[in-house]
């Protein structure tokens, strides 16, 4: 079992910034592969940015390329997304997911592949 609370999110104006974190409680963090997803109002939860159980291995959407990064910390059992130069656009509900990783190069990119979720932070960029 594993419990996800995510933090950070906010009121930011376009081309700022704001870190997020997702700390997860429960044992053999390192197992498990991470990903950030983000959910505006009346649309589907989509994937952001995933990462493998090191750390090693990540992915980004297109839309957040270049702006991005995701990284995690397995000793503090923690999972961070760096934001910068936000845009309306990026205004959602961000939740973290977690799996259990099958091979140690895996991650995933569709929230149905995930087990374990926060309950999500808000993050508004205004023009």
């Known amino acids: 079992q594993v419990q996800l609370v995510e933090s950070g999110g906010g009121l930011v104006q376009a081309g700022g910034s704001l870190r997020l974190s997702c700390a997860a409680s429960g044992r053999a963090f390192s197992s498990y592969a991470m990903g950030w997803f983000r959910q505006a109002p009346g649309k589907e939860r989509d994937v952001v940015a995933v990462?493998?159980?090191?750390?090693?291995?990540?992915y980004y959407a297109d839309s957040v390329k270049g702006r991005f990064t995701i990284s995690r910390d397995n000793a503090k059992n923690t999972v961070y997304l760096q934001m910068n130069s936000l845009k309306p656009e990026d205004t959602a509900v961000y939740y973290c997911?977690?799996?259990?990783?099958?091979?140690?190069?895996?991650?995933?990119?569709?929230?149905?592949?995930?087990?374990?979720w926060g309950q999500g932070t808000q993050v508004t960029v205004s023009s």
């Open positions: 997911g977690a799996r259990r990783a099958d091979y140690s190069g895996s991650y995933y990119l569709s929230n149905y592949e995930y087990d374990y």
């Open positions: 990462i493998n159980r090191s750390g090693g291995n990540s």
